[in-house]
């Protein structure tokens, strides 16, 4: 379902993306305006040379406010939009393999959001009569950057490229940050997108990661505890457990990649004798392995006939 709804999704987003393509290119080409007259479709002409084609400001005669500079402002920003959605479009066609990729990737669909959207900003200031260059001068570029409060957005979209740069953090990666678990899904060049197991996304400002564990650069640990009763043989509980251990990279070798450990007693309950299991996966699996040694642990000791405790009663499992 989730194919198929993704599959639609881009269908629609295509068909919308070459009807606007089809509206602008009739703005440049009148003549494929064939519903409207002669004399409609040359002053579709005369506005797109002389606003468009030009880059005239769009003034009226006297200098007051006119329809054709909305008109011009309205499908520049159209242009604009096309053009984002096309390249973001064609990015989403690429899907490398590598993390590294894929953060290269992400950081620069986010970066042409960016450039567009400041061409988009300087071109509408130039259509509208204001001389961008004489502003940014008279202002300062310092005074700009404070008067907009971009100091924020300056450190975020520095350490947005120390952190590709540097390779702290790549898409893909399996991250811990305060005490939020989560894969990052995008790296862009103001934010990071970090999505839990819930899929519940969190928006990071990049200048924010601190104290930020990446745990996909380390192995991690499945534990689980596995409690039997007093009355239980502990050296044969030892054994299955033991032997469990050994299987398990051949029940399940896309998780437990190495053979898991038996530590030991961890402790004696107050009606349980809890044995320590701990197996090294990947980050990614670590819940994953938990469960299937908690099954697999369940299923060996029912075989093996050993007592597992349950709350005040102790559960008799016969063998097989």
């Known amino acids: ?100 990729a894929r953060t290269i990737k992400s950081l620069f669909a986010s970066f042409l959001k960016y450039i567009i959207v400041i061409y988009a900003i300087i071109y509408a200031l130039s259509m509208l009569g204001f001389n961008v260059g004489a502003v940014i001068a008279s202002l300062g570029v310092l005074g700009l950057i404070i008067g907009f409060g971009a100091q924020s957005l300056i450190e975020d979209v520095i350490t947005g490229l120390f952190i590709v740069l540097e390779g702290q953090l790549q898409v893909g990666d399996i991250v811990a940050i305060d005490d939020w678990r989560g894969t990052v899904t995008n790296i862009g060049i103001r934010t990071t997108t970090i999505v839990d197991t819930g899929n519940n996304a969190r928006i990071v400002n990049n200048s924010d990661i601190r104290n930020l564990v990446n745990l996909s650069n380390v192995s991690s640990k499945a534990i689980v505890l596995a409690p039997i009763a007093y009355s239980t043989d502990l050296e044969k509980a030892e054994k299955v457990v033991k032997a469990l251990c050994e299987e398990l990279p051949t029940m399940y070798p896309n998780i437990f990649k190495v053979v898991p450990q038996y530590l030991g007693v961890e402790a004696l309950g107050s009606s349980s004798v809890d044995l320590k299991i701990a197996a090294d996966v990947d980050e990614a699996n670590i819940f994953t392995a938990k469960r299937l040694l908690n099954r697999e642990v369940f299923l060996a000791f029912g075989k093996a006939g050993i007592e597992i405790p349950f709350s005040q009663h102790t559960i008799h499992m016969a063998k097989d």
């Open 1 to 100: 379902m989730d194919e198929k709804k993704s599959r639609n999704v881009m269908i629609r987003r295509i068909i919308v993306m070459v009807i606007v393509a089809l509206i602008i290119l009739a703005f440049y080409n009148p003549s494929m305006l064939f519903f409207l007259s002669p004399h409609q479709q040359k002053a579709v002409q005369y506005f797109t040379e002389n606003y468009i084609k030009a880059f005239q400001p769009l003034k009226a005669a006297d200098g007051s406010f006119d329809l054709l500079r909305v008109g011009g402002l309205l499908l520049m920003f159209v242009e604009c939009w096309l053009i984002n959605a096309a390249l973001q479009f064609i990015l989403s066609l690429i899907n490398p393999k590598k993390r590294r």
